[in-house]
DNA sequence: CTGTATCCATGGAGATACTG
DNA sequence: CAGTATCTCCATGGATACAG
């Protein structure tokens, strides 16, 4: 089972090692950019610059570190076609990708509900209210 | 369905849409200090002190942000205990929160093999490699 | 104890210009 | 086309001092 239900107190490593796994999907996921980029990539290989055009607004910088970061977790890709002129290059997502549909889908999901939830407040029913008795001094 | 598998090459409604709900879940859960302090608040309500103490650390400034925003985001309730002295503050996480545990799951699967798999290399199978027809000219 | 206010260092990201 | 190099701006976050 991954993630334990009651933490002791301390981080103990079993919790740290646990959080580690989560924290390395949410690195690979965040940022503004990489969901955009492998959108725009399962429709198939795309160049640079038409990556470019389809990302709205990033810059030929961001997109190149980006891809580099992508790449070299295995999600994608980067083939060179020197014989072109000029050279062509093309970025392709692996079926690798798709073993982050489950996760997209879980985050889609519950970002769905949520915003629904914000948007149409329910009534506030507080669980566990207020006072409680051990209150540890520090 | 949540995410369109084959997205057309311009943004489209839907594909923002759907983004903006995965986004939504990313933002509430990335960042450095917002999984520490949910797993912290696992092992029951805890005051301020015991929050920054048992999430290794973080600034009061950032505890404080941060607890702002997961109570905003119904995760977590903040309770004052007026009539001690000094006053007591705690935070205990909501049912609202456990709604999070299939997302985290589903971070914390992949995150783990995809280490794995980082660190254990298979044999570099490229699919739909290079050279591919219709290069579009732009 | 429970925070807030202020100052400040750092890094991330945009704009622009340039190279192969 | 496919990027890289530089510059600069600004938001984020740490440190510290302070307040209720």
Redesign the pocket.
């Known amino acids: 089972m991954p993630i334990p239900t009651k933490p002791p107190h301390l981080h103990t490593q079993a919790c740290t090692t646990a959080m580690r796994s989560v924290r390395d999907a949410l690195d690979l996921l965040g940022?503004?950019w990489k969901l955009p980029i492998i959108l725009a990539l399962l429709g198939g290989p795309k160049?640079?610059?038409?990556l470019q055009r389809d990302v709205l607004?990033?810059?030929?910088?961001?997109l190149?570190k980006e891809l580099k970061e992508l790449e070299m977790n295995g999600l994608l890709v980067?083939s060179v076609q020197a014989d072109a002129t000029?050279?062509?290059?093309t970025y392709t997502l692996q079926s690798y990708g798709d073993t982050l549909f489950p996760v997209i889908e879980a985050l889609h999901d519950w970002g769905l509900q949520h915003r629904n939830r914000i948007m149409h407040p329910q009534v506030p029913a507080v669980e566990k209210t207020a006072v409680f008795e051990q209150v540890v001094a520090?």
């Open positions: 940022g503004k160049r640079f610059k038409q607004g990033i810059t030929a910088k961001m190149s980067r000029p050279v062509a290059v520090a």
